[in-house]
């Protein structure tokens, strides 16, 4: 089974950025729409961002103008840049497919937004 792991989160003070990496075992562009995800300390996941295969994307409503999504099929990768960061911001971000996850959800990558 193909398998999606993340990386590139941190600590960063608010306006501060990261880019954050998902990595496929497996060709990434066999997946229709990859999507970003975070769930923050007690609530539930969320859909951050997805891409299409013809690279059409979506944002949900409070990341947009600072958050962006982009793949690169040759690396087997998606990337999700993340600018302006917010404390809102903070949480675990995960990558999988959209609309219903394909691959078992991996350890995620956590994202802190302090001063």
């Known amino acids: 089974q193909v398998q999606l792991v993340e990386s590139g989160g941190g600590l960063v003070q608010p306006g501060g950025s990261l880019r954050l990496s998902c990595v496929s075992s497996g060709s990434i562009s066999s997946f229709y729409v990859v999507g970003w995800y975070r769930q923050a300390p007690g609530k539930q996941r969320e859909l951050v961002a997805s891409?299409?295969?013809?690279?059409?994307?979506n944002y949900r409503d409070s990341v947009k103008g600072r958050f962006t999504i982009s793949r690169d099929n040759a690396k087997n990768t998606v990337y999700l840049q993340l600018n302006m960061l917010k404390p809102e911001d903070t949480a675990v971000y995960y990558c999988?497919?959209?609309?219903?996850?394909?691959?078992?959800w991996g350890q995620g990558t956590q994202v802190t937004v302090s001063s």
């Open positions: 999988n497919t959209f609309p219903l996850p394909q691959t078992n």
């Open positions: 891409i299409g295969r013809g690279d059409n994307t």
